[in-house]
């Protein structure tokens, strides 16, 4: 199994700063490799599928980057509705692994 | 509008059979492929098995031997089926949909049911 592993595990920001979580595969997964946020008592939103591209009604202050093994996920001008736990997901192979999360807390 | 609506048993004991079921409404059903995925504050979230309309299948290892994924093409339905489940098994299982063009991202996920084993 590939084994996918963010971090941070949490981090503590204001509205408006820039916050960046990180996601490293252990073995190379291409751009095979996605991005969700969860709120609570919901299911996961895709937020950024193939590495980097947004998709469609996600709001452009989302982006991501990588290829390969690392790969990151960047919230410019952090707003209210934000605040949520943000999990990468490779696709590569089989089975298809998740990040254990990361939870942006205000 | 692409819409999973999922049913089936949400409280079993040891030993039992979990079974799920679900339902696609909207978009194409054949262009995409069709995943159980289950979420536990132990495991996080984990990818349980997957199915195009077809019925070609791939399966976590992990549960492969308890686990069979199946399709029904003319209702849109797909379904789960878990047996000799244990306490272990206890999690919110979700429904949703891969695009097969796009990276295998999900998309769409349904609303998800909350099966909790116990005696």
């Known amino acids: 199994d590939i084994h996918m592993t963010q971090s941070p595990s949490s981090l503590s920001a204001s509205v408006g700063d820039r916050v960046a979580i990180t996601c490293r595969a252990s073995e190379s997964i291409g751009n095979y490799l996605n991005w969700y946020q969860q709120k609570p008592g919901k299911a996961p939103e895709l937020l950024i599928y193939a590495a980097s591209t947004l998709q469609s009604g996600v709001p452009s202050r989302f982006s991501g980057v990588g290829s390969g093994t690392d790969f990151t996920l960047t919230i410019n001008s952090l707003q209210p509705e934000d605040f949520a736990t943000y999990y990468c997901h490779q696709t590569y192979s089989t089975p298809r692994t998740f990040g254990q999360g990361t939870k942006v807390e205000i | 509008q692409v819409q999973l609506h999922q049913w089936g048993a949400g409280l079993l004991k040891p030993s039992e059979t979990l079974s799920l079921t679900c339902a696609v409404y909207g978009g194409s059903f054949s262009d995409n492929y069709w995943i159980w995925i289950r979420q536990s504050p132990e495991k996080g979230l984990e990818w349980i098995a997957e199915?195009?309309?077809?019925?070609?299948?791939n399966y976590n290892p992990s549960l492969m031997r308890r686990v069979i994924i199946s399709v029904d093409s003319s209702r849109n339905q797909f379904s789960l089926k878990l047996s000799s489940v244990t306490a272990a098994d206890t999690a919110l299982y979700y429904c949703?949909?891969?695009?097969?063009?796009?990276?295998?991202?999900?998309?769409?996920w349904g609303q998800g049911t909350l099966v909790t084993v116990s005696s």
């Open positions: 199915i195009d309309h077809s019925g070609s299948t």
């Open positions: 949703a949909r891969g695009m097969l063009s796009v990276a295998f991202a999900v998309d769409y």
